[in-house]
């Protein structure tokens, strides 16, 4: 099979038929869902200019920070030990 032939099988068959059978069932229903909402995220995203992309980021790490800190006792004991407080 030459590789044209291949990638088209590949793209226009067995990747849609892959997403309707995790889409189909229910167990792997909300990872096929996060996932293509993730790509969709990447492909908004790749086109934002350097600095949003440094405060998305920034946001996100204030957020697993601010997480870890509430609900992870060791975490909160180590910020409280040097005296980081992320609220």
Known sequence: MSSAAHDLIS???????????????????????ASGEGLRFREQAAGWPLEQRREWMLDRLREMVRRAWWTTPYYKALFDEVGFDPR
């Open 11 to 33: 793209m226009s068959l067995l990747q849609p038929l892959r997403r309707a059978y995790r889409l189909a069932r229910p167990s792997l229903r909300p990872a096929a869902l």
